[in-house]
């Protein structure tokens, strides 16, 4: 059985983040329902010409296995069955901006009358309390607020804009957080509100810098560099763009890397012999490494590499991971059957459970207001009737 | 000691050498479990690894941050009466995290099999660059390797940074990233199992959390095409340099972009209409960026920022550590605690990022010394609890 079997999410999510989180819930079994309207699509649901790109972004790997449902959150009647899908539910998650729920009338305390022990997930860019907590982002700008931005890039050039990974780590973090959160009301019997702020996942994820900051220490972005290790980048092989990553971590391994790319008088080298001066002088390094790496199909080079116990693996690509044996094998690769029967490549589980080998993925891309019937009939006692009013009255919109 | 947190009465082993392990370590740990590292007779190789507190090397921030409010033991896995004292201390504990390669499992009493037999009611996370199992279970990982094995290192940098430097290799994330996903992406994986109420193992791969974080490169393969990072920049927003520092401007929906005219005084240019449909904003990007940035450098970031956000366009300074640690929206959020380390000085450590009903939580403790608490591996001392 999977691990949140019995579990019932009511998921209010938007954009990337939130449905991140119910995605990974839902993963592991919770039954998640995604409430969605045709008043406001979920702009995931939608293309976005300002990627340069025709199709929608993510929707189709967070929104899978989900059960989608029209609710008007404008009108009374869908408010009040929003609240009537809690009262069945253990977590109600959302990601709209701070205050949005209340002024739907879904706020934490709404929530409460009609189901006392409910667990509500907000996520949001700065959190629900706090001078900017009304401020609107995206994944670049939690990045930006929280220091991961500026810390990303190369020493001479300017910072970096965190794209979907940003999104997803904070939803992942959510995901966490609400499994917390659940051992919580199992303990006490009590739910309550996580806060999830996407800048500070991004802050947290630099933590280590802002704590040396704190001790007066000045933190600067730094390419591939490492605070202490050298050789340490991406190096070009025999084929176009593509780039092998070395790690070494030590005098032992440097001493073995010298050897393996032919230059063993290297390991001798005063300039390089310890960690410190290779450190020192890790420029040096470079062209060196790429002599020998540029004559090198990446994979090879890299098994050999990790054969003799230094880290190294070639930047992959999309291509290289949805192919890999290993990935497949993990199942944290999984093809998908879509509604219309095409199969699509989408990632699974990233762990694997001793008690739950099944698929993290069951099913594809639920069409809008699919499971209706379900939800909407089974699970709320609704007759058709009744339905067919609500859809009239546009509160099933 | 907060005797209310969400993991309060969990007990959490940490048996850990690499961030991602110790990182989830953190995540019990802030949640409240009462959390053991159990460190070799050398101490966990994380106490020396920089950025450092101090110009001596002595103190070190990034274990400062991992290990903040966990109790620290000494313990000989190799010694039989290590093995003992561990095995004892398995007994009293909810989780035991692991990052030792698998090579190395059988001999210190860490194989799944081993643990299973010894301790079946202990969810068993194994947290490894590539995972427990697969033709790559044995490779070793490093920050770099597995930003890049994730796929998200191939498509950075993207943007300004990208346009500037075209032909440099690809770049990592700042700091841990990717071993904070592993990290992250293991917590939350041992806390669904224990939820099962049924003790297992868990293996927990830091490569499979990169490639979900990543996941959308995957979905776009699927779909017929692959990102790269020269051609996944935004058309247009971005980096944008003001006269004090950058922002992040980012504009999906058509009132953000209408924002956006109203902020910058509603210039002739914008009125083309070609700039009426977003995809004739995004074919002419280049040219909207130039003005974008022409008037970005006569603003000064806080104040574009304000206004931007007054004005419903998504904007964001990118801040440096200063802002953060100063900043009026973290302080008032308190999310920077006072922490003391192992030798004695004062720095701050960020709390989790988030709170459970509008509680920050607190980090209880300080940044242990090693073996601070070792009277824990003391037959029948390990058997309170902390909250339980």
């Given at each position: 059985?999977?691990?949140?079997?019995?579990?019932?999410?009511?998921?209010?999510?938007?954009?990337?983040?939130?449905?991140?989180?119910?995605?990974?819930?839902?993963?592991?079994?919770?039954?998640?329902?995604?409430?969605?309207?045709?008043?406001?699509?979920?702009?995931?649901?939608?293309?976005?010409?300002?990627?340069?790109?025709?199709?929608p972004a993510t929707f189709d790997q967070v929104s899978s296995n989900k059960l989608s449902v029209r609710l008007n959150l404008k009108h009374p009647d869908g408010v009040a069955l929003a609240k009537r899908l809690v009262a069945i539910s253990d977590i109600a998650a959302e990601s709209f901006r701070a205050g949005v729920m209340a002024r739907l009338g879904l706020s934490y305390k709404d929530l409460r009358a009609v189901r006392d022990?409910?667990?509500?997930?907000?996520?949001s860019s700065s959190g629900q309390t706090?001078?900017?907590?009304?401020?609107?982002?995206?994944?670049?700008?939690?990045?930006?607020?929280?220091?991961?931005?500026?810390?990303?890039?190369?020493?001479?050039?300017?910072?970096?804009?965190?794209?979907?990974?940003?999104?997803?780590?904070?939803?992942?973090?959510?995901?966490?957080?609400?499994?917390?959160?659940?051992?919580?009301?199992?303990?006490?019997?009590?739910g309550c509100h996580v806060d999830v702020a996407a800048r500070e996942v991004a802050s947290s994820l630099v933590g280590d810098a802002l704590t040396a900051a704190s001790a007066g220490a000045q933190p600067e972005r730094m390419g591939n560099d490492d605070l202490r290790h050298a050789p340490h980048g991406l190096y070009a092989t025999k084929d176009d763009d593509r780039w092998l990553s070395i790690a070494v971590e030590n005098d032992a391994e440097w001493r073995v890397f010298a050897e393996l790319i032919?230059?063993?008088?290297?390991?001798?080298?005063?300039r390089f012999a310890l960690e410190t001066t290779r450190h020192s002088n890790r420029k040096a390094l470079d062209p060196i490494i790429t002599n020998w790496s540029r004559t090198k199909v990446g994979e090879q080079a890299a098994a050999q590499l990790q054969q003799a116990g230094i880290a190294a693996h070639l930047s992959w690509t999309a291509a290289d991971i949805v192919s890999d044996p290993h990935m497949r094998l993990r199942d944290a690769i999984i093809d998908v059957a879509e509604t219309n029967g095409t199969i699509r490549a989408a990632v699974g589980r990233p762990y694997r459970f001793s008690s739950d080998p099944s698929l993290g993925i069951t099913g594809g891309t639920p069409e809008f207001g699919g499971a209706e019937d379900y939800v909407f009939g089974d699970l709320l006692g609704l007759t058709r009737p009744e339905i067919d009013a609500l859809i009239d009255a546009k509160a099933i919109y | 000691m907060n005797s209310d947190k969400p993991l309060t009465g969990i007990r959490v082993i940490e048996h850990a050498s690499g961030v991602a392990a110790a990182h989830a370590g953190r995540l019990f740990c802030l949640l409240g479990a009462e959390t053991i590292m159990v460190e070799a007779t050398g101490h966990s190789p994380l106490r020396q690894e920089p950025p450092f507190i101090d110009q001596e090397g002595s103190s070190s921030a990034l274990f400062a941050y991992l290990a903040a409010g966990k109790r620290s033991t000494i313990c000989d896995l190799t010694a039989t009466a290590g093995k003992l004292a561990f095995d004892h201390l398995l007994a009293t504990a909810d989780i035991l995290i692991d990052d030792t390669p698998v090579a190395d499992r059988a001999a210190l009493g860490l194989s799944p099999a081993q643990i299973a037999k010894n301790h079946p009611h202990l969810v068993h996370l194994s947290v490894?660059?590539?995972?427990?199992?697969?033709?790559?279970?044995?490779?070793?990982?490093?920050?770099?390797?597995?930003?890049?094995a994730g796929g998200e290192g191939y498509l950075l940098p993207n943007g300004l940074s990208a346009d500037l430097f075209p032909d440099r290799p690809p770049l990592k994330i700042a700091g841990h990233f990717a071993q904070m996903q592993g990290g992250v992406a293991a917590a939350y994986a041992g806390l669904a199992a224990?939820?099962?109420?049924?003790?297992?193992?868990?293996?927990?791969?830091?490569?499979?959390?990169?490639?979900?974080v990543g996941a959308f490169g995957i979905?776009?393969?699927?779909?017929?095409?692959?990102?790269?990072?020269?051609?996944?920049?935004?058309?247009?927003?971005?980096?944008?340099?003001?006269?004090?520092?950058?922002?992040?401007?980012?504009?999906l929906e058509e009132r953000q972009w209408q924002g956006l005219i109203t902020l910058m005084g509603s210039p002739d240019w914008a009125h083309d209409p070609e700039f009426e449909s977003v995809l004739g904003r995004s074919a002419r990007g280049d040219e909207i960026n130039r003005h974008i940035r022409a008037w970005a450098r006569g603003w000064a970031v806080e104040n574009l920022v304000a206004r931007a956000q007054e004005q419903g366009v998504p904007m964001a300074r990118y801040n440096e550590p200063a802002h953060i640690l100063t900043g009026a929206h973290e302080t008032e959020r308190g999310i920077f605690l006072d922490v003391e380390t192992e030798n004695g000085t004062m720095v701050k450590v960020q709390s989790l990022p988030c709170r459970f009903c509008a509680q920050s939580l607190p980090i209880d403790g300080a940044v242990p010394r090693p073996g601070a608490d070792q009277h824990l591996l003391e037959f029948g001392a390990s058997d309170k609890r902390i909250g339980g």
């Open positions: 059985m999977k691990p949140l079997a019995g579990i019932r999410i009511a998921d209010f999510t938007v954009h990337a983040a939130g449905p991140f989180c119910t995605h990974m819930l839902s993963q592991l079994g919770a039954e998640c329902i995604k409430i969605e309207t045709a008043l406001r699509p979920d702009i995931f649901r939608k293309s976005h010409a300002i990627y340069g790109r025709a199709g022990d409910i667990i509500m997930v907000s996520v706090g001078p900017d907590s009304h401020f609107a982002g995206y994944a670049p700008l939690f990045g930006a607020w929280g220091g991961l931005g500026h810390l990303s890039g190369h020493a001479d050039g300017p910072p970096v804009e965190m794209r979907h990974v940003m999104d997803h780590s904070v939803g992942l973090h959510a995901a966490m957080a609400t499994a917390a959160a659940l051992h919580q009301r199992r303990r006490t019997g009590k032919g230059r063993a008088d290297l390991a001798t080298d005063a | 490894l660059p590539f995972g427990a199992i697969g033709p790559k279970a044995g490779w070793k990982g490093t920050e770099l390797n597995l930003i890049h224990l939820w099962t109420d049924q003790g297992q193992f868990v293996d927990a791969s830091v490569q499979d959390a990169n490639v979900m979905q776009r393969f699927g779909d017929g095409s692959v990102e790269h990072r020269q051609t996944r920049s935004f058309r247009y927003g971005g980096v944008i340099e003001c006269r004090d520092g950058f922002v992040e401007l980012l504009m």
